[in-house]
């Protein structure tokens, strides 16, 4: 175990060998500033002036050649190699709701959801304790790094974590996923992490809008509120973009909740309409920013917005809300994966 002491503040804490700094201190509470942890946004970046790290991405694009020059690292690609003093601005808001922790997981379960969306169960020895809305790191045999994916269950005392992967073409984390692994075999399961998790001490209604296999964090929203009572209280309305018809997803996992069809609304929306498609589509056609902006209509300031998706979709609804109708950012919830 090596010593990080925080340049400025009373703070340190211990970091093991196998951790990155980003993942050790979040694992002792504090808020150390994150939003991917895999390089690519640069929200984790500290300055080392004291100690040797370990760098595990050169080329993470969440640095600059400025912020190299400045000896600026990224806390979630460099692990301790000795004792460090580091400089880095503590974020309230990434204070961990629960300490993450590694631990391994068996695969014990999968489930056809789309035709390239597959949920994966994974069992660990401890309850599986997040808030719904928050993802995983899970690191598997023959992948570099890790990869990120959004627990689509609720957290319980079984151990059960449940993830919708899509499948990428030419991706070898989900090729792993989909091809390589079987049930019974095991991997190494790290979190909960994440900020996108369901306020439940919102009076608002919710609005859940997901692309792709963003439909995993919207699901656990979706089934908390529905778990929890927060539906008496509170309406949810599920928007889901998808490219094509067969794409669509989401609907029957919503149906079994209570509530759906009057407290739980369903909107999907597909943005092509290929010609083999389009006979079989009477649905909406274009893209689900311009959906949510239809229906919740004058009503689009009286709601809390939680979404995942493609970078392009977060983009084009943040774009919506906040610069179209100025929706406060507080009322938008959203974690940046890449
Ligand atoms: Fe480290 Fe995104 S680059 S959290």
């Given at each position: 175990m090596?010593?990080?002491?925080?340049?400025?503040?009373?703070?340190?804490?211990?970091?093991?060998?196998s951790?990155?700094?980003?993942?050790?201190?979040?694992r002792?509470?504090?808020?150390?500033?994150y939003?991917c942890?895999?390089?690519?946004?640069?929200?984790?970046?500290?300055?080392?002036?004291?100690?040797?790290?370990?760098?595990?991405?050169?080329?993470?694009?969440?640095?600059s050649?400025?912020?190299?020059?400045?000896?600026?690292?990224?806390?979630?690609?460099?692990?301790?190699?000795?004792?460090?003093?580091?400089?880095?601005?503590?974020?309230?808001a990434c204070?961990?709701?629960?300490?993450?922790?590694?631990?391994?997981?068996?695969?014990?379960?999968?489930?056809?959801?789309?035709?390239d969306?597959?949920?994966f169960?994974?069992?660990?020895?401890?309850a599986?304790?997040?808030?719904?809305?928050?993802?995983?790191t899970?690191?598997?045999?023959?992948?570099r790094?890790?990869?990120?994916?959004?627990m689509?269950?609720?957290?319980?005392?079984?151990?059960?974590?449940?993830?919708?992967?899509?499948?990428?073409?030419?991706?070898?984390?989900?090729?792993?996923?989909?091809?390589?692994?079987?049930?019974?075999?095991?991997?190494?399961?790290?979190?909960?992490?994440?900020?996108?998790?369901?306020?439940?001490?919102?009076?608002?209604?919710?609005?859940?809008?997901?692309?792709?296999?963003?439909?995993?964090?919207?699901?656990s929203?979706?089934?908390?509120?529905?778990s929890?009572?927060?539906?008496?209280?509170?309406?949810?309305?599920?928007?889901?973009?998808?490219?094509?018809?067969r794409?669509?997803?989401?609907?029957a996992?919503?149906?079994?909740?209570?509530?759906?069809?009057?407290?739980?609304?369903?909107?999907?929306?597909?943005?092509?309409?290929?010609?083999?498609?389009?006979?079989?589509w009477?649905?909406?056609?274009?893209?689900?920013?311009?959906?949510?902006?239809?229906?919740?209509?004058?009503?689009?300031?009286?709601?809390?917005?939680?979404?995942?998706?493609?970078?392009?979709m977060?983009?084009?609804?943040?774009?919506?809300l906040?610069?179209?109708?100025?929706?406060?950012k507080?009322?938008?919830y959203?974690?940046?994966?890449?």
């Amino acid at each position: 175990m090596t010593e990080i002491r925080i340049e400025g503040s009373e703070q340190s804490f211990t970091c093991a060998p196998s951790d990155s700094l980003l993942a050790g201190g979040l694992r002792a509470g504090l808020g150390m500033p994150y939003e991917c942890t895999a390089g690519a946004c640069g929200t984790c970046k500290f300055e080392l002036l004291e100690g040797d790290v370990e760098v595990l991405w050169d080329d993470a694009p969440g640095l600059s050649a400025r912020d190299r020059a400045k000896n600026r690292k990224l806390a979630c690609q460099c692990r301790p190699l000795t004792d460090c003093r580091i400089k880095i601005r503590f974020d309230e808001a990434c204070m961990p709701q629960v300490n993450p922790l590694k631990q391994t997981a068996t695969l014990i379960a999968t489930n056809e959801i789309t035709h390239d969306i597959r949920e994966f169960r994974f069992a660990t020895d401890t309850a599986a304790t997040f808030r719904p809305g928050q993802f995983a790191t899970l690191q598997l045999p023959g992948v570099r790094g890790t990869r990120a994916y959004s627990m689509s269950n609720l957290p319980n005392g079984k151990g059960e974590w449940h993830f919708q992967v899509r499948r990428v073409k030419g991706g070898n984390a989900s090729n792993t996923l989909f091809d390589q692994l079987h049930v019974g075999d095991q991997i190494t399961l790290d979190g909960p992490f994440g900020m996108a998790f369901l306020r439940e001490d919102s009076a608002r209604d919710v609005v859940c809008i997901a692309g792709g296999s963003g439909l995993a964090p919207m699901v656990s929203i979706a089934r908390a509120m529905a778990s929890t009572g927060q539906l008496a209280s509170r309406r949810l309305h599920f928007f889901y973009g998808a490219r094509t018809q067969r794409d669509v997803c989401g609907e029957a996992l919503l149906e079994s909740l209570p509530g759906f069809g009057e407290r739980i609304r369903f909107y999907p929306s597909v943005s092509s309409t290929q010609e083999q498609d389009a006979p079989r589509w009477s649905g909406r056609v274009g893209f689900i920013h311009e959906y949510v902006e239809e229906i919740m209509g004058a009503d689009l300031h009286g709601h809390d917005y939680y979404m995942a998706g493609p970078p392009p979709m977060i983009q084009a609804v943040l774009d919506t809300l906040q610069t179209r109708h100025m929706v406060d950012k507080s009322q938008i919830y959203f974690d940046r994966f890449f």
